[in-house]
């Protein structure tokens, strides 16, 4: 199969492609190389490199516009339908947990829901648009994910760095939030290109909801590590969590939370 993956400099791009590039032929294309908010350059790609699949990875980030947001907005919007009208077998898009008015939900509240912030609804607009398309198509929703390619500042990276580097452990503020190792992403995304997955839309979650307390004391647990753990904000942020039960009937077999920590701290050695 020829895959483009769009984003594909970003974090999930750099995760994807080595393990996809294995089986399957993979374009991850920079933002310099391929601008997808071109339709023309987008459709000629495709056609160029003979694309039935696309992993619809890439991001705008609203802080580099409007301040309202609305400019991230509808360039959210235009990129996915440029991509949405390509002449291909298969597409896997990536949602998010702002969707949902509230925490812990499932997939059929989530889409019946109106989202609270604009970013949100971008995603939620997309959801309700891809499952009317009139080929394969996946909606893969998460709240957070974490992996050896994610940037230096996020939670995971930093501090696990900072376990290596013998250095407290830093939390802005605690929360109850859901992450997905990217190595359970990455199987989930495979069962789509082998058609086992049947579901179209699907949220990407473990089933126990965690604060970012208790995963830095499981961090210091794997790394046999006794460094302390610093939170500096003391009221526990809001709750971001969705509801994992659907993936969990799907039985791919995820490995869990304890052992994407374990792979990425061996990674980051």
């Known amino acids: 199969m020829n895959i483009l993956i769009t984003g594909g400099q970003g974090f999930l791009g750099r995760s994807f492609t080595p393990i996809l590039s294995q089986k399957h032929t993979v374009f991850a294309p920079s933002h310099k190389e391929l601008d997808i908010l071109d339709l023309e350059l987008l ?58 008015d509230r925490p812990n939900q499932c997939e059929d509240y989530i889409r019946s829901c109106v989202p609270p912030k604009i970013s949100g609804l971008s995603k939620s607009i997309i959801t309700q648009r891809l499952l009317s398309l009139p080929y394969p198509a996946y909606n893969l929703r ?20 900072r376990i290596i580097n013998r250095e407290p452990i830093v939390i802005y503020q605690d ?29 990407c979650a473990y089933l126990y909801k965690i604060k970012l307390s208790e995963i830095a004391k499981t961090m210091l647990t794997l790394t046999k590590s006794t460094t302390p753990i610093i939170i500096e904000q003391p009221n526990m942020n809001d709750e971001y969590t969705i509801d994992g039960n659907l993936l969990y009937s799907c039985r791919l077999g995820l490995s869990g939370l304890e052992d994407g920590i ?8």
Do not use: W
């Open 142 to 161: 998460f709240a957070g994910y974490f992996g050896p390619e994610e940037l230096n500042n996020r939670f995971f990276k930093s501090n696990l760095k």
């Open 262 to 269: 374990r792979r990425m701290y061996e990674a980051l050695l």
């Open 175 to 203: 929360r109850i939030m859901d992450f997905i190792s990217i190595y359970d992403l990455l199987l989930v995304v495979e069962s789509i290109i082998n058609r086992i997955l049947v579901y179209q839309d699907i949220n």
């Open 43 to 100: 459709t000629n790609f495709v056609r160029q490199h003979n694309i039935n699949c696309i992993i619809h990875a890439a991001t705008i980030l609203s802080r580099e516009y409007s301040p309202s947001g609305l400019d991230a907005f509808y360039l959210t919007l235009r990129m996915f339908e440029n991509v949405a009208r390509q002449n291909i077998k298969l597409l896997i898009n990536f949602g998010s947990g702002e969707e949902s």
